[in-house]
């Protein structure tokens, strides 16, 4: 299995986990000629997707997708809510619903609803059967069913937004940061490496920071907070960014 990032972070999203023949985007908050020039620097051919997997109807995850979808009649799937959520609304091929697993190609994926300020956001679980990627952005706060869903994993890529001492000091008004840093917003960095000390991090093969804020977080202070808490070398550590994303990554 292999997982890359077209882009991380609130001006835009995309993940492809890949295994044999099959190769998920998940979300896609790019317009559709950044999309196509993104898959490209990745080595994908938008004719190469399997599907298109939706997290929720934040601009930064949906922008691309009716677009994408139609260009290159590629199946979309996502919850009830976040299909009602959506400014155009499309059909898609299949819903996702917390706790089910639904199977595309080569992989399985497992769907784990979320808190988030959205109609019913969910993240995702893949397996192609081996090994275990698990995406896990856009949350507020964490509970035991979360961790359940996300232990075993041999590669995370986890939100790591804002640190709470920046967002606290920043110019945002006070209710966009009563709303980043609430039970519904994003974990700071923080929340995402203290999950991650539950979760386990000794087995895993890769660990990636994403969906950091320009505004209230710093890549060397995210990195630093999981070295702390974890403990691990900070070389080790990756990180997806928001304009060159993440180059492919195996999961052996
Ligand atoms: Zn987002
Ligand atoms: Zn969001």
Redesign the pocket.
């Known amino acids: 299995m292999r997982f890359a990032v077209l882009g991380s972070g609130?001006q835009g999203n995309g993940t492809l986990i890949a295994s044999n023949n099959t190769c998920i985007l998940v979300d896609c908050g790019f317009s559709l000629r950044e999309t196509e020039r993104r898959l490209v620097r990745l080595g994908v051919s938008p004719h190469q997707l399997s599907a298109i997997l939706v997290?929720?109807?934040?601009a930064?995850?949906v922008h691309g997708v009716g677009l994408l979808s139609r260009r290159y009649n590629l199946p979309v799937y996502m919850s009830r809510g976040t299909q009602r959520g959506m400014r155009k609304p499309l059909e898609p091929a299949g819903f996702v619903a917390d706790g089910e697993t639904l199977q595309i190609g080569a992989l399985s994926v497992h769907v784990t609803r979320v808190a988030?300020?959205?109609q019913e956001?969910t993240q995702y679980v893949f397996s192609d059967g081996q090994r275990r990627f698990g995406l896990l952005?856009?949350l507020g706060s964490y509970c035991a069913g979360i961790l359940d869903s996300y232990r075993d994993l041999d590669a995370l890529m986890i939100e790591a937004n804002h640190c709470r001492d920046l967002l606290a000091r920043g110019h945002y008004p006070a209710f966009l940061k009563r709303r980043v840093g609430g039970q519904e917003g994003?974990l700071n960095n923080h929340q995402a490496a203290s999950l991650v000390a539950e979760l386990g991090w000794q087995d895993l093969q890769h660990l990636v920071l994403a969906h950091l804020s320009s505004k209230n977080n710093l890549p060397q202070l995210a990195r630093q907070c999981f070295v702390d808490t974890l403990g691990c070398d900070p070389d080790w550590l990756q990180l997806a960014d928001q304009d060159s994303g993440l180059d492919w990554r195996t999961i052996a």
């Open positions: 609130s997290t929720h109807e934040h930064d995850h988030h300020d959205a956001p952005t856009d994003h």
